[in-house]
């Protein structure tokens, strides 16, 4: 590792390697392709790195478990009601409409879409959505910001129609989002919705709220490239393709079980005690 060598650089090249194994008289001659050959075939890549963030919600098993009890049609060990509803809520910030300087041009034999580099502003939307796990069906609006007052009426949105203003019970899968979190939240939704129950996840656990995977599908599929010449071509896109997702997905085949959270879990506190140092 470069820590090790007292050379300011955070990762070593193959000619970086080669030049330590021979001033370590490891060996007395080896070329750079011959360390690039063998650290490709190797297990350990050292030119690689990922990041990751450590569950710190000591009650992270607790709060992710009754989301993924959700997804099984389950709550407090009781089978949900088909009348009875789960939805995934969140929020996608800064959509902006980037107008470009030069018109794009389509692709052509052997080139792809060219898209011009610079841009005029065109203003930004944030866009809030509530995803019906077991439905598949995505209801969304348009705001200039975030906040408790655009959440809120995404709530009223939602729940002023069918199939949630006749439900049981509507249970909203959320972050903790600064427009929704804490207890002052879920007395505020409750009040005016007796129906709607907040199951608020841990902290960091946004792979596991599945309006994120709509997130992602929304923005390879309709936002990229961002190429839009106002603000109500960016709302009309997202609305739209709303509609479009609803005509041609199915609820998502989510497979990840408490029993895998808790061997995750387990394999995660064994590499927390593998970095602590020792006593």
């Not at 000619?15 to 008289?25: F, I, L, Q, S, T």
């Not at 969140?90 to 692709?107: C, F, G, M, N, Y």
């Not at 199939?163 to 879920?186: C, L, Q, T, Y």
Request: glycine share 6%.
């Amino acid at each position: 590792m470069p820590a090790t060598l007292g050379v300011p650089l955070s990762r070593l090249s193959t000619a970086d390697v080669a030049r330590e194994v021979r001033r370590a008289g490891i060996v007395a001659t080896i070329s750079d392709k011959t360390v690039w050959r063998w650290l490709h075939d190797d297990a350990i890549r050292l030119w690689q790195h990922r990041t990751w963030i450590f569950p710190r919600d000591p009650a992270f098993a607790v709060k992710a478990g009754r989301m993924l009890d959700l997804y099984a049609r389950q709550w407090q060990g009781r089978r949900l009601d088909a009348d009875e509803f789960v939805l995934s809520t969140d929020e996608k910030t800064s959509i902006q409409a980037r107008v470009r300087l030069h018109p794009s041009t389509p692709p052509g034999p052997g080139r792809p879409m060219w898209v011009e580099h610079e841009y005029r502003r065109g203003g930004a939307w944030a866009y809030l959505a509530a995803l019906d796990v077991y439905r598949a069906n995505v209801f969304g609006r348009c705001e200039p910001t975030t906040g408790i007052a655009p959440f809120d009426r995404l709530v009223a949105q939602v729940m002023g129609q069918s199939p949630s203003r006749e439900a049981r019970r509507v249970f909203w899968i959320m972050d903790n989002g600064s427009s929704h979190r804490g207890e002052a939240s879920v007395q505020r939704l409750q009040s005016a919705f007796p129906t709607l129950v907040p199951v608020h996840g841990p902290v960091h656990a946004s792979w596991l709220n599945q309006i994120e995977i709509y997130f992602s599908i929304l923005q390879r599929k309709a936002l990229t490239p961002n190429d839009f010449s106002s603000l109500a071509d960016v709302e009309d896109r997202l609305l739209g393709f709303e509609r479009y997702y609803e005509s041609i997905a199915a609820p998502f085949d989510w497979r990840f079980t408490k029993d895998d959270l808790d061997a995750l879990m387990g394999k995660l506190e064994t590499a927390a005690d593998a970095l602590r140092p020792a006593a």
